[in-house]
């Protein structure tokens, strides 16, 4: 029994079988790569959009990217405002390469073509092109490069860098692939851009209502330190600075928190050309400093290794007019100031504004009814006790001429303290009256001494005025007497440990008599000799004297000059 001959094919349609089958195998094999890699587009774009902070997008996307193509290096370049780069964000390279090679780029050669003309660059040898201007010392080398910008909302915020494909030079399919997950990439840096304008508008919104709320419930003064304490508490950047103007175009810095706070510009004067500060309040317009690599830094911005961080500058107003400047600084390499943030800063510094404007209002309204009863006040003492008690004193006086003599000695001791009582009450009368603002009196700065001095002591300071005081102590004469009164209440404070200090001031026969008497200890050799010496200088400077007697019961001292200066004196 014969077998049947094995299935056979003429040799022409074998070959075009064989070729067929090949061809099917290569397409099923192109269509499961193609859909590996859309699926690791998928997933790429799904690590993208998965995060909100700008910092972990851009890092999400250049680690995506290098993935996708399997490149070794790859970078994302952010676009500063004045050109250039502001920010590199890269992987691949170990941290203590990177610090060998030294700075980062900022956006020249290759990288600088991509800038001008954002459109995708594939090149398979970056040494090749014209337009490279090689590497750094210790840079590893690089062969292929693919760079894609990276638009949002139709503007250019950066772009892909990458190098060193695994597999060989870059393709067109990788151009595509890297082009869509830019495309993601746009919205994933529109929506972290976003979250984070929201979260500066809560920082700042909450800020300003604690402030307002704490202006409208306290005095004006306090609203730079609450300010800065707020925003700084708040997050609203690393570093928060309130700068007035200090004359001469420059401006001080009055409060500071945050990073260096303690190390800062704190109480220091920056000249105008230093800050932008001195600008925004002359001005009063919000505006703010880029940030990164200048020859001429902005003094506010907070540096690391040459780099140099944004600063937001809005101003505070008081009647319309700039008077304060909050500035805002990050830290290097964050995102510059956006046009929306800037307008957060506006609205906060309008709502604070307007409170401090009222908590001013309501201390001027508050201090105008204080005064009013002051002046109420001395008005009663001068018009009803004055002129009780100097009755009194007369009719004690009359009563004294048909009384003996040891009864009459009593009368007079009696009229003696009457008078020095109704001294004391003008003393108070005048301390109470409100004054108009002009240049103060002798009269009231030696109550002024008195009263902190008195805040050292078990009791107050006893003040008391005779004659004239004002009318014949003036210019230098008033000068060189408060001098002189208050180097006399300094002693007494903080050397004799008295209880109780007189104070006396007399103006009579053309001179000026400052006394000061205490029923302390006594000087000793604790007193400021230098001190006592200049008292003594002051006086015959003025063609007077210094008289001082000290014992372990208390001290006087006395001080005089002669209301008209000697002869020869310019004065």
């Known amino acids: 029994m014969s077998h049947p001959s094995p299935l056979s094919f003429p040799e022409g349609p074998r070959v075009e079988l064989d070729r067929a089958l090949r061809d099917l195998v290569d397409r099923a094999d192109e269509v499961m790569r193609t859909q590996g890699r859309l699926r690791a587009l998928l997933d790429a774009t799904r690590s993208v959009v998965g995060e909100i902070e ?94 894609v910008p990276v638009r949002v909302r139709e503007e250019v915020f950066g772009n892909l860098y990458l190098t060193n494909r695994r597999g060989g030079s870059f393709t067109e399919e990788d151009v595509e692939l890297i082009s869509a997950l830019a495309t993601a990439a746009g919205l994933a840096i529109d929506n972290a851009r976003r979250y984070g304008e929201a979260r500066m508008r809560e920082a700042w919104a909450a800020a300003s209502a604690q402030v307002v709320a704490a202006l409208l419930t306290s005095s004006g003064d306090d609203a730079p330190a609450l300010l800065a304490d707020e925003l700084a508490a708040r997050e609203a950047a690393e570093r928060i600075a309130i700068l007035v103007g200090a004359g001469d175009n420059a401006v001080r810095v009055v409060e500071l928190r945050g990073v260096e706070a303690d190390a800062g510009p704190a109480g220091s004067v920056i000249p105008a050309d230093r800050t932008l500060g001195a600008v925004v309040l002359e001005g009063g317009e919000t505006r703010a400093t880029p940030g990164g690599r200048t020859d001429a830094p902005e003094a506010l911005a907070l540096e690391q290794d040459g780099m140099y961080g944004p600063v937001l500058f809005t101003a505070l107003h008081k009647a319309g007019r700039p008077r304060a400047v909050i500035a805002a600084a990050r830290r290097p390499g964050a995102p510059h100031f956006t046009p929306a943030e800037m ?10 504004s307007l409170a401090h404007e009222l908590a001013e209002a309501r201390d001027a309204q508050q201090r105008a009814l204080l005064l009013e009863d002051r002046a109420r006040i001395a008005r009663d003492l001068h018009d009803h006790v004055v002129q009780q008690l100097y009755g009194a004193g007369l009719d004690l006086e009359a009563a004294g001429a048909d009384a003996d003599e040891p009864v009459a000695r009593r009368l007079d001791a009696a009229v003696q303290a009457i008078d020095d009582a109704i001294a004391q009450v003008r003393t108070i009368v005048f301390a109470l009256t409100p004054h108009d603002g002009r240049a103060p009196t002798l009269r009231l700065r030696v109550l002024d001494l008195a009263g902190s001095a008195s805040r050292h002591l078990p009791q107050p300071v006893t003040v008391a005025f005779a004659g004239p005081v004002d009318l014949l102590a003036e210019g230098a004469l008033a000068d060189e007497l408060t001098a002189s009164v208050r180097e006399l209440l300094s002693n007494a404070v903080r050397h004799a440990e008295a209880t109780s200090v007189t104070l006396t001031l007399t103006a009579s026969d053309g001179k000026v008599t400052a006394e000061v008497a205490d029923d302390g200890r006594g000087m000793g050799g604790a007193a400021r000799r230098s001190g006592l010496e200049n008292l003594r200088v002051r006086a015959e400077r003025l063609g007077g004297s210094f008289e001082l007697d000290s014992s372990g019961d208390g001290t006087r001292a006395r001080w005089t000059a002669p209301v008209t200066p000697p002869e020869g004196d310019s004065r």
Not at 343 to 352: C, H, K, P, T
Request: charged share 25%.
């Open 343 to 352: 307008r957060i800063a506006d609205d906060l510094a309008e709502r604070v």
């Open 54 to 147: 700008l910092s972990e997008v851009l890092r999400s996307i250049v680690r995506s990217a290098v993935d996708l193509v399997d490149a070794e290096y790859g970078a994302l370049g952010v676009l500063a405002p004045q050109g250039g780069l502001e920010e590199f964000v890269h992987v691949g390279m170990p941290d203590d390469l990177v610090h060998r090679i030294g700075h980062l780029p900022e956006g020249r050669g290759l990288l600088g073509a991509l800038i001008d003309h954002p459109d995708p660059i594939r090149l398979d040898e970056i040494s090749g092109d014209p337009r490279s201007v090689g590497f750094p010392e210790g840079h590893p080398p690089m062969g292929c490069f693919l760079g």
